[in-house]
């Protein structure tokens, strides 16, 4: 890359954006977004298509900022969820718009809170679930806004993970966890009854199938489903006959997000996860809604938000060369405009295009993900970071990636894999990453990187590592299993003993500790195998340079997960840095804690790999 391509600022990609999330009200009056107070993101609220200094901040963090929050059905309330220090132990806030005042309308210590449902028909009620009574379960309770009530609507029978509300407002499906890492769905027929079982899915098909939702009348019910398939289909069951009608199907990718309409509750639309997303719409009614919002933007969009009366949308589009993008589309004129960017800032530089690739894997599966290269890069062999996704059950989409932007600008190309076992293709290449972490999961990882050299864009002696929790994982695993490909890691909330990480789950994942042994292994009775997939036992083998980084209040990967392993290189004498928030969990929220982390992962790269640095 020729220099004269001038650095992003840290404080552009990574700080607080300008504006973001945009909502309409209910009655489609006034418009709300998140957009930094004191430099802390808060929710602000103003009357639909005026200036922005008509808007005025409705809520005052001061700590973490608000990232999800949503206008309450009676057009007053917007409600928004926020936890301490990153612990993710949720409460929901419910602020008044007008008046500002602001409700905790859930605070039980060390309990969790979950949003259920909210309903047009029951604008002063949520259905949410709290762990309040058993920390390893959830139960469902009727919320009055106004009031602050809470009311017990489902108790939880011992497995349930997911729950499904009828149109009624009533809690008659349930997502339960089976031993063998399955799930069951369950039903009802009012909320007095016992549960039922409605159908199973065995472990094979666990992680691509789920529930959408009950039609109107609930006599049937919307499932994403790859039972009888690879891929996961958009399918409609016939809860008293059996009979399955598929809706959205393809052979290799996954159906994805699904698109419902808020009144009669029918399925509008329906995305296939494919290199870029591509919707499948299934309603006449907003077919040429769709066709019209494609030609907006080369990016790809997804509905944020609709009114009442279902006249006016907002569509969040996403494009590899710019950050989100927000439009307001009125449907009477099938006319789109364009309402703001997130990040206007992105515009004065030159940005990077992301390019969909595949190769085959030593065992010949078809892997995918994304190449990121510098904008007026010559081509040749150039430093190169492997950014690899968490998860591991999620995969990487084209889109703006912050960090991909940041290394393209840095100098490095960005590489993205989609290893087995992430999910959007299919449940064999999904399960075929079941017990290969750190084996087959990390083979892809070398065969993305040979692919790259043997394509002229890596240079095979500066390659690094790098990723967040199971991302920071696989680096730690590139030190200790494969020093000799890599230059250097980055880990970031990564597990170092897969035998810890199980062991110390959050109490709330206990029903889902069977998918867990399935799929990554038991600590009971398999501790000697976990132990030779687990870095913690190999740091001996350890030759490049680390650097760790850590939230201490992480619920999913504790402390102590980067405490021991940084412990033993220490004891064995082994370069490292480790940087250490204490008031962060799995991830760093903070716009302070993350300028800190970035610029020092810019300065350990720039010293390993040779790219540019910010000041």
């Not at 992003?8 to 107070?37: C, H, T």
């Not at 949720?90 to 602001?102: C, F, G, P, Q």
């Not at 996961?232 to 399955?244: K, P």
């Not at 490909?485 to 500790?513: E, Q």
């Amino acid at each position: 890359m020729t220099d004269t391509v001038p650095l992003i600022p840290r404080e552009v990609l990574f700080g607080n954006p300008e504006r973001m999330q945009p909502r309409l009200s209910p009655d489609g009056e006034r418009l709300a977004y998140l957009a930094p107070k004191n430099g802390v993101l808060n929710i602000w609220v103003g009357p639909v298509g005026s200036p922005v200094e008509d808007f005025e901040p409705v809520t005052d963090d001061a700590k973490r900022g608000i990232r999800v929050y949503f206008w309450a059905e009676d057009n007053t309330h917007i409600v928004y969820l926020q936890d301490e220090g990153g612990d993710e132990n949720w409460r929901v806030h419910a602020v008044d718009s007008s008046t500002k005042e602001d409700r905790d309308l859930t605070p039980f210590d060390d309990v969790q809170a979950q949003i259920v449902e909210r309903s047009r028909r029951f604008p002063d009620t949520l259905l949410v679930a709290l762990n309040r009574e058993n920390p390893e379960l959830h139960d469902v309770y009727r919320l009055t806004l106004s009031t602050g009530e809470i009311e017990l609507a489902a108790k939880n029978p011992g497995n349930v993970v997911g729950w499904v509300v009828d149109a009624d407002f009533r809690v008659r499906g349930a997502m339960a966890a089976t031993p063998d890492g399955g799930f069951d769905v369950l039903l009802r027929d009012t909320e007095e009854e016992d549960w039922r079982k409605l159908l199973s899915w065995g472990k094979e098909d666990a992680l691509s199938s789920a529930p959408v939702g009950f039609t109107e009348g609930g006599e049937k019910m919307y499932l994403i489903d790859s039972r009888g398939a690879n891929a996961s289909r958009l399918v409609l069951l016939d809860l008293e006959s059996g009979d399955l009608e598929t809706l959205v199907e393809d052979p290799r990718y996954d159906v994805g997000q699904v698109v419902t309409h808020p009144e009669t509750h029918e399925v509008q639309a329906a995305a296939v996860e494919r290199a870029r997303t591509e919707w499948v719409v299934l309603d006449d009614d907003v077919r040429e809604d769709f066709e019209v919002i494609q030609g907006m933007s080369r990016g790809d969009f997804g509905l944020a938000s609709r009114d009442h009366a279902d006249e006016n949308w907002l569509v969040a589009f996403t494009a590899d060369d710019g950050g989100a993008s927000y439009y307001a589309y009125d449907r009477k004129n099938r006319r789109g405009e364009h309402l703001f960017d997130a990040r206007p800032d992105l515009a004065e530089y030159t940005l990077a295009r992301m390019e969909p690739i595949s190769f085959t894997s030593r065992d010949g599966l078809a892997i995918e993900g994304y190449l990121t290269l510098p904008p007026g890069s010559s081509g040749g062999p150039m430093p190169m970071v492997l950014n690899v996704h968490g998860g591991p059950w999620v995969r990487d989409g084209w889109g703006y990636h912050p960090e991909a932007q940041w290394l393209t600008n840095r100098g490095y190309a960005s590489l993205q894999v989609n290893y087995r076992g992430s999910t959007g293709y299919g449940k064999e290449f999904l399960n075929a990453g079941n017990k290969e972490w750190g084996a087959k999961m990390h083979d892809d990882l070398v065969d993305a990187v040979a692919w790259a050299v043997d394509e002229g864009i890596a240079d095979p002696e500066r390659v690094a590592i790098y990723g967040g929790s199971y991302g920071g994982y696989a680096a730690l695993v590139g030190a200790t299993f494969t020093p000799d490909l890599f230059r250097c890691a980055v880990d970031i909330v990564g597990p170092s003993s897969l035998i810890t990480l199980i062991n110390s789950v959050p109490p709330y994942w206990k029903p889902l500790i069977s998918t867990f042994h399935e799929r990554v292994g038991n600590p009971d009775t398999e501790e000697e195998f976990l132990k030779s997939r687990s870095p913690l036992f190999h740091v001996d083998r350890i030759r490049i340079p680390m650097l760790i980084a850590q939230g201490a209040n992480d619920p999913r990967v504790k402390q102590a997960e980067s405490e021991q392993i940084v412990a033993a290189m220490n004891e064995k004498g082994i370069d490292y840095e480790y940087l250490l928030f204490e008031d962060e969990g799995h991830g760093f929220v903070r716009p302070e804690n993350r300028m800190k982390f970035y610029a020092a992962a810019e300065r350990f790269l720039a010293k390993h790999l040779g790219g540019r640095a910010e000041d």
